[in-house]
């Protein structure tokens, strides 16, 4: 018993002195997952920790590199482990399940009003489910088309710009002047169909998830959400303006064959920009154009880029500071520079050096204003509808396998089943 009791002791004494992010020897210690990938990216992450770290000796912060194409199940096993990383960079639309889960800390009363003002209230809204917030966002990608200029010109196209956009008619009869013999006028790359369709139809009033008063989402598929579709469809199966074997890849698989002239147009995410000025041949004349707008002008949905905090984080106050930190405006520019995408904040997007010709950023810029949440950011589920029922709907409607009342269908019938459960 003796022994027993002393082996007692000992435990108590270890735990009394030791907690998770924090030696009594030393600083506060919070690990930083970050998803940053591309290579400037990263080097900017890296420095303004490196910067964080000698200006704040009594709060170290940890880089742990982590990956977009696992972090969900990534960081769902570490939540469920209790060995989540303190500050974690995610996207808006994989956050709802977390907060909801209890996994997130509500950062509402803990966020300086600097950052809170700086950042668009509707821009906020993407990181709030039910009545806290659960993240920062700070980063965003519209999307955008990227264009052979020379192609462009020599069919007579009109060049569209963020004053003058095409609607969706006009860039349907714009691709068709742009094709011929071999040759596409646009190429759509849609192995994730899901996000880039419901993203896009924000601009023709899609919602496509309708709430009612009790709060209970479900889907109704109308003609605002058809008009999209109903596009890449009618390119594909009807005009012959866009090639059915780009459906299944990725953004970088077109580029290839966007170079070498097979299409005149691709639809991407603003950060591709990187990967066509690095890869682009010599004397390749390209150019950023505004995606087509509908009955909501040039509206597009996004889920931008976070940071949260974790719910068992036993230092949620420096971690809010260090992400404040890592979110000044000359701080934000710089990370977004290194991604090639959008700050958030309203004091570093005025930044001049967002707003040059030069690569497209201009073009980008002016298309802020006009990004809204994802349609989907907000609904518990949305991880689950989106890979059993929408995804698959989607690339059998695109490919021609359905038509547009078996897709309808499928999404409100099969897409409500699955939300269903998540709302009792």
Sequence with gaps: MRTLAKALAVLLLLAGCTSPGHRDDGPVVLRF??????????????????????????????????????VHDQLLTSFEGGEAPDVIHDASDDLADFAYGG???DLTGLLPARLTSDIPRGTWRTAAFGTGVYGVPFLQEPRVLIANT???????????????????????EAARRLSGPGRYGVAWPLKEPVSATLNLSLSAGGRLFHRDADGKVTVRFTGADAVVPRTVHDQVAVDHSAPASTLGSGGSDTLPGFFAGRYAMVPLGFSYRQQIVQQAPEGFHWAVLPAPAGAA??????????????????HKKEAVAFIDYLLRPGNMVRVALGDWLLPTGRQALGDPA?????????????????????????VRGYPEWKDK???????????GAIGLGELRRRLERDGDLVLARYQR
């Design 33 to 70: 997952q970050s998803l940053a990938w591309q290579q400037e990216s990263v080097a900017a992450n890296k420095e303004l920790v490196r910067r964080w770290n000698a200006g704040h000796p009594g709060v170290k912060v940890e880089y742990v590199q982590g990956s977009w194409d696992s």
């Design 103 to 105: 996994y997130l800390a």
């Design 150 to 172: 020379d192609r462009l010109r020599a069919a007579k196209v009109r060049i569209p710009t963020p004053g003058h956009p095409w609607t969706w008619g006009e860039f349907r």
């Design 297 to 314: 002008g040039l509206t597009q949905g996004v889920s931008p880029q976070t940071l949260s905090v974790s719910a068992d984080c036993p």
């Design 354 to 378: 967002l707003h040059t010709a030069e690569h497209g950023w201009a073009t980008g810029t002016a298309l802020a204003a006009r990004l809204r949440p994802a349609p989907a950011q907000a």
């Design 389 to 399: 029922v929408a995804t698959p709907a989607f690339q059998e409607y695109y490919s």
